[in-house]
């Protein structure tokens, strides 16, 4: 079982709506959960962190995580084409010093 | 401004050639990171560095090495024992502060292997 979990996608959605982007992670000592985008040819930048069960807003971007079903999801509301790129889900394991493992990334293409 | 630079942007490489990649950091982070991106594939930890002149290996270290000697420096090299060195080559420096664990990451060093 991979310790973070995504679809790879691509998720499709029309411009305008909601992109919905899920994660889910083996260890259930987990503590810090990331959500961070990616355009193609270029590096990881943050979108959200999360560290404690329930809802966190910014923007047009909603975080979620329950840790009881070791789940954490990503909503974008008001889908832009520029949103296009690829969402990695990242997830401070427990043990060992803060160190931060990825999952492959779903692609998200909004459609115009 | 604060932040991380790599260099090379591009670098190519002959087999059995060894070489070393930049990364530099005014951020005033504790800890760094290397981690290597395929195409299609997530980022997969190479080393990690918590203070200096102590690093730990990650998931993929085999034909890899770095050294900490400065808190601002973790250059990492590519040996010539890696055997598919070509990739995508991520640098992070961690913002452990608060218990945040935040990761900014350099502008990345593309490598391929002629």
């Known amino acids: 079982q991979k310790e973070v979990e995504q679809n790879s996608g691509p998720l499709s959605v029309p411009e305008g709506a909601i992109a919905s982007l899920n994660c889910t992670y083996s260890?259930?000592?987990?503590?810090?959960f990331f959500w961070y985008r990616q355009y193609s040819g270029k590096s990881p930048e943050l979108i959200m962190s999360?560290?404690?069960?329930g809802d966190k807003e910014d923007g047009r971007f909603t975080a979620q995580l329950n840790k009881a079903s070791q789940y954490v999801s990503l909503l974008i509301r008001d889908s832009q084409p520029s949103d296009s790129a690829t969402y990695l889900c990242?997830?401070?394991?427990?043990?060992?010093?803060?160190?931060?493992?990825f999952g492959i990334g779903t692609k998200l293409q909004v459609i115009p | 401004d604060g932040g991380i630079t790599q260099s090379p942007k591009y670098l190519f490489r002959k087999e059995g050639q060894n070489v070393t990649l930049s990364c530099e950091q005014n951020?005033?982070?504790?800890?760094m990171y290397w981690y290597r991106q395929d195409p299609g594939q997530g980022l997969r930890l190479i080393y990690y560095?918590?203070?200096?002149?102590?690093?730990q290996k990650g998931d993929i270290a085999e034909g890899y090495s770095v050294s900490r000697e400065k808190k601002e420096s973790f250059p990492l090299t590519v040996t010539s024992a890696q055997k598919n060195p070509t990739a995508f080559y991520l640098c992070?420096?961690?913002?452990?502060?608060?218990?945040?664990?935040?990761?900014?990451f350099g502008a990345g060093s593309r490598l391929t292997v002629l």
């Open positions: 990242a997830v401070t394991l427990s043990g060992g010093y803060q160190k931060v493992t």
């Open positions: 260890d259930r000592g987990s503590q810090s």
């Open positions: 999360i560290y404690s069960n």
């Open positions: 951020l005033n982070h504790d800890a």
């Open positions: 560095s918590q203070i200096v002149n102590d690093f």
């Open positions: 992070a420096s961690q913002d452990a502060g608060a218990g945040a664990n935040v990761l900014t």
